[in-house]
């Protein structure tokens, strides 16, 4: 029998997405729930329960109540797309590229915490760095990232498409997280491996999907020794052996004139750049995803067909 997958949040952005990815599949039966139903808990809780994987496309409260609706049945594992559980010890981190072991830890977990798009990009780049020894206890790690608009759900793209509506954004391009205490800070230090908190400063442009998260180093603070080439070689070998998370080679990066936000939209993998110049003290690492594709439902997917497989 197929094993039964429910999305439970189907019918929001990231669902969808999921969704979108899993038409066509046959060795997986979706249970569904119908759109006006959506915020049924009765009907909700008997579809998380007679699913084999539940996947959790909610806000962060409601999460954590449909977590509470399968605790006692141990025969429903469960990815979480939210910030709830991404930094709890006793959830697998969902990031199957991030360390060797990785993949097999999500493929024997029961429950899985889906990584953030903006922290995939920046773990993505800082933590084979901390690993490698080359980015040392205290460096200052800013983060600087652009969003796709899906990234903020419904609420955020109604406001950027319907241009009618009272609260409708008109900027091409605006920064938030004025306060520098976004949710995704916890889980970039934890899962970056870091010492200390990252400042991290997102923005939003008026774009639907894809995302550049930019880590700018300088190198004469790093462990000694460090260039440019050092750090890209460290990068391809963490990388090593598969193809989602892939390093551009420096004779390709170093000719290009631009980075375009959207060049992943619709795409499942990531690349990573090193960016300066030969022989210079500083370079910008840089991270190009779909915010809802590696970023997100992508990844979902991902590490859904990991556990299937164990
Ligand atoms: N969009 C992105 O790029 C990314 C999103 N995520 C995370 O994924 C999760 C979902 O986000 P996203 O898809 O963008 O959000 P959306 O707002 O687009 O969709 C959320 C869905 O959940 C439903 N929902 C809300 N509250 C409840 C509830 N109490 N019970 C049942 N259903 C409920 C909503 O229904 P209704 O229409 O009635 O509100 C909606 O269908 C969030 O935790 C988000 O942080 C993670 C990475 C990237
Ligand atoms: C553009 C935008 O609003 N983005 C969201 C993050 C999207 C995302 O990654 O969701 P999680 O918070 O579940 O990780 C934000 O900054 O809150």
Same mark, same amino acid.
Request: include cysteine.
């Given at each position: ?202 923005? $939003?442009?008026?774009? =639907?999907?894809?995302?550049? /998260?930019?880590?700018?180093?300088? &190198? +004469?603070? #790093?462990?000694? %020794? *460090? ?46 750049? $090193?960016?300066?110049? =030969?022989?210079?003290?500083? /370079?910008?690492?840089?991270?190009? &995803? +779909?915010? #809802?594709?590696? %970023? *997100? ?14």
């Amino acid at each position: 029998m197929a094993p039964k997958i429910f999305i439970d949040g189907e019918h929001g952005t990231t669902g969808l997405q999921i969704r979108t990815r899993m038409a066509g599949r046959r060795d997986v039966e979706l249970l569904s729930i119908p759109e006006a139903e959506r915020r049924n808990a009765a009907m909700r809780e008997d579809m998380l329960n007679g699913a084999d994987i539940a996947i959790l496309c909610l806000p962060d409260e409601a999460s954590k109540e449909a977590v509470q609706m399968v605790s006692g049945n141990n025969s429903v594992r469960v990815i979480d797309t939210s910030t709830a559980f991404r930094v709890n010890s006793s959830w697998a981190y969902g990031f199957a590229e991030m360390d060797k072991e990785q993949a097999d830890k999500i493929k024997s977990a029961r429950f899985v915490a889906n990584p953030g798009c903006y922290p995939t990009g920046a773990i993505g780049l800082i933590r084979p760095l901390r690993a490698a020894g080359l980015l040392p206890d205290g460096y200052p790690v800013t983060v600087n990232a652009v969003s796709g608009y899906t990234g903020g759900g419904k609420q955020m793209i109604a406001q950027m498409e319907d241009q009618s509506r009272d609260d409708a954004i008109t900027a091409p391009h605006f920064l938030y997280g004025l306060t520098l205490a976004h949710k995704h800070v916890p889980e970039m230090k934890i899962h970056g491996l870091l010492d200390r908190a990252p400042i991290f400063s997102p923005s $939003v442009g008026k774009f =639907p999907q894809g995302m550049i /998260v930019q880590v700018p180093l300088h &190198l +004469d603070e #790093l462990a000694e %020794g *460090a260039t440019l080439e050092g750090i890209h070689a460290a990068l391809v070998a963490h990388y090593a052996g598969q193809d989602i998370v892939t390093v551009v080679p420096l004779e390709e990066s170093g000719k290009l004139p631009r980075i375009d936000a959207v060049e992943l939209a619709g795409k499942d993998t990531m690349k990573l750049f $090193v960016f300066g110049t =030969p022989g210079a003290s500083q /370079v910008n690492l840089v991270a190009l &995803l +779909d915010n #809802l594709g590696k %970023g *997100a439902s992508g990844a979902a997917v991902q590490n859904m067909d990991l556990m299937l497989a164990s």
